[in-house]
């Protein structure tokens, strides 16, 4: 059965974290059809190992091996070409998106509206270190300014959207940080849903603050410039006046 949903999980070096997480989202969904995707971005430690016993436990469960790592980005990218279902439904594997806030990604497309382009979760209550959450309540102040994506934690791994969609975004690195502005760029609305935050149980985070900040000062300018190079302009169709017999047309 092909599924309806795809859920994409980059991973690495999440050994602890990553078995009650993907148990946890087959209960949620386990009333739709669906997939997991886990892209494990060349883990040093023993997350592939448990990623082979979950396989036995979970037919749904997919796992894509990078030969390097290349980045949460990257490995957003492949679980995405890799996927079979319309719609995508992305978050860490950290542990720290809890899966019981997937229906709440979900809920907005079911009434079918085309123009939807992203639902982008927005943590409340974070549980991260004090100086990690004002880093990046800086980080969004100063990305909402100039790029006015109206979003206020779009690094927030939990995200849901149309396979379609991000497969027509130009591709850079970190443009996971950058969704809601790249969605928008496209012409589509971009809808945000509260979300639940847990702390870390196992492991460290990958980025530290003043990584994210380097990092994020080059990739802000680069998606300012992408955005304001984008034109677009509305289409129609001309339909044919009368009928018309296409027998015999080259």
């Not at 990604?105 to 959450?133: E, H, K």
């Not at 996971?176 to 496209?186: D, N």
Request: aromatic residues 4%; charged residues 25%.
């Amino acid at each position: 059965m092909t599924p309806d949903i795809s859920v994409v999980l980059p991973a690495r070096d999440e050994a602890g974290n990553i078995t009650s997480l993907l148990t946890g989202i087959a209960a949620t969904l386990q009333d739709r059809a669906h997939e997991i995707i886990v892209v494990d971005d060349a883990s040093r430690d023993g997350t592939r190992a448990e990623l082979a016993a979950l396989q036995t436990r979970l037919p749904q469960l997919r796992v894509i091996c990078h030969d390097r790592s290349c980045g949460q980005s990257a490995a957003i990218r492949s679980g995405v070409w890799a996927a079979r279902g319309a719609l995508i439904v992305t978050l860490d594997a950290d542990g720290q998106n809890p899966p019981d806030n997937i229906p709440a990604l979900l809920a907005p497309f079911a009434g079918g509206d085309t123009a939807l382009g992203l639902v982008q979760g927005q943590r409340v209550d974070r549980r991260d270190r004090p100086s990690r959450r004002l880093a990046s309540a800086a980080a969004n102040r100063i990305r909402n300014a100039l790029l006015r994506d109206g979003v206020r934690d779009s690094g927030c791994g939990l995200k849901a959207f149309p396979r379609m969609v991000y497969l027509a975004l130009p591709y850079f690195d970190h443009i996971h940080r950058f969704m809601p502005a790249m969605v928008a760029r496209e012409g589509l609305r971009v809808q945000t849903v509260p979300v639940t935050h847990a702390p870390r149980a196992f492991g460290r985070s990958k980025y530290g603050n003043l990584r994210r900040a380097a990092v994020g000062v080059v990739d802000l300018l680069g998606t300012a410039w992408l955005i304001r190079r984008r034109r677009l302009p509305r289409t129609r169709e001309l339909a044919r006046s009368g009928a018309t017999d296409l027998r015999g047309a080259a």
